[in-house]
């Protein structure tokens, strides 16, 4: 706790450096047989490791955001000067704060994407236990899991990955085809467990099976420098074409329940809710809704009052109407009149 308070007008940057060097440091500790059991331990502290993993999943797209947001300014600035005789024309005040600029961005993208690679490294070695990587997969973590891979995947591999491409990128850390090839043995571990899937291809914002493919494409790419293995590029391969075929099943099966009574919908997210819990204010949310607003905010979304965990109780009720409309859809019987109609 006292890396996260330190009371320092740095401290929003300064608990990033602790962070990094605590990963060094759980590295070490995950290959000693003895402190790997205590560390699997605490990943059976759902309430606790869910936290953690939160923490590493919001860490991880600031700072991956914020390294990539200047290597694009850096790349700027660099085609700038590469033109020596616009450069010059540009006046002198202005190429001095262009260079300030340039040298600050500097400095940010490699403190950041140095953060972001030992970080991505943990979460790889973290997530190649079985046990572990069923946390992960819990309701409320697997679809947070997955936008974030989702959007690492658009930035180093969708269609403007070509901003990305500054002089001498070593020297920020950045090495994109490893940070990739980080991201896809993730996604690999992830990928047996049928939840991903589901969760990857409702991530409508950034889900793109043909970033997935084209990760293939570039780490079999002989341009590369790394060891990838063959088994690896087969299985991504695979799991574009699992994802490809979850969205279908996905969009059938929303499309077949049409549209769905208001109050079976998450006053949230407005989609079908599957486990509803009530809320003191009286109101009744999806439970992986309320539970991923929790890790961040323990406070009831409409009254404002204090809200754990707890706190929620099953809306048996509720649940058992939602799924008796489910059944008769899925019966052929229409959507019809709800039970709170008849």
Same mark, same amino acid.
């Given at each position: ?16 450096? %602790? ?7 759980? &590295?070490? $500790?995950?290959?000693? =047989?003895? %402190? ?24 991880? !797209? ?58 991505? /490294? ?6 190649? +236990? ?9 309701? &409320?973590?697997?679809?947070? !899991? ?22 001498? =990128? ?8 490893? $940070?990739?090839?980080? !991201?896809?043995?993730?996604?690999? /571990? ?42 690896? @590029? ?33 006053? !949230?997210?407005?989609? @079908?809710?599957?486990? =509803? ?32 965990? +707890?706190?929620?109780? =099953?809306?048996? &009720? ?25």
């Amino acid at each position: 706790m006292d890396i996260e308070f330190s009371g320092s007008h740095t401290a929003a940057y300064d608990k990033y450096e %602790y962070r990094q060097e605590m990963s060094t440091v759980l &590295e070490y $500790l995950w290959q000693q =047989p003895v %402190y790997k059991a205590t560390m699997v331990d605490f990943a059976r502290d759902l309430r606790k490791f869910v936290r953690f993993v939160n923490m590493i999943i919001n860490d991880s !797209i600031y700072s991956m955001n914020e390294a990539l947001t200047k290597l694009k300014s850096i790349k700027d600035v660099q085609g700038e000067m590469a033109d020596e005789a616009a450069w010059q024309a540009q006046p002198s005040r202005t190429r001095q704060q262009r260079a300030q600029q340039l040298q600050q961005d500097e400095g940010h993208a490699r403190y950041f994407m140095l953060f972001t690679t030992a970080v991505m /490294h943990m979460m790889e070695y973290l997530s190649e +236990d079985r046990e572990v990587a069923l946390v992960f997969m819990l309701p &409320e973590l697997a679809p947070r !899991i997955s936008e974030m891979l989702n959007f690492f995947l658009v930035d180093l591999v969708g269609p403007k990955c070509s901003s990305l491409r500054v002089n001498e =990128p070593e020297k920020y850390h950045f090495h994109p085809r490893a $940070l990739l090839y980080e !991201i896809v043995k993730i996604i690999l /571990h992830f990928a047996p467990f049928p939840e991903f899937a589901v969760a990857m291809v409702r991530d409508e914002r950034s889900f793109d099976p043909g970033n997935l493919r084209k990760a293939v494409r570039v780490l079999g790419s002989s341009r590369t420098d790394l060891t990838v293995r063959p088994e690896h @590029l087969q299985a991504l391969e695979a799991f574009a074409s699992k994802c490809v075929e979850t969205r279908e099943s996905v969009e059938a099966e929303e499309a077949s329940y049409g549209e769905v009574p208001d109050e079976f919908q998450d006053p !949230i997210t407005a989609d @079908l809710m599957h486990d =509803p819990v009530k809320l003191p204010s009286g109101h009744s949310v999806d439970r992986p809704t309320i539970t991923r607003h929790l890790l961040s905010d323990e406070t009831d979304p409409f009254s404002r009052a204090r809200l754990t965990v +707890d706190m929620l109780v =099953p809306d048996d &009720e509720l649940r058992a109407q939602i799924d008796a409309w489910k059944a008769k859809v899925r019966s052929g019987g229409g959507s019809g009149p709800t039970p709170m109609e008849e």
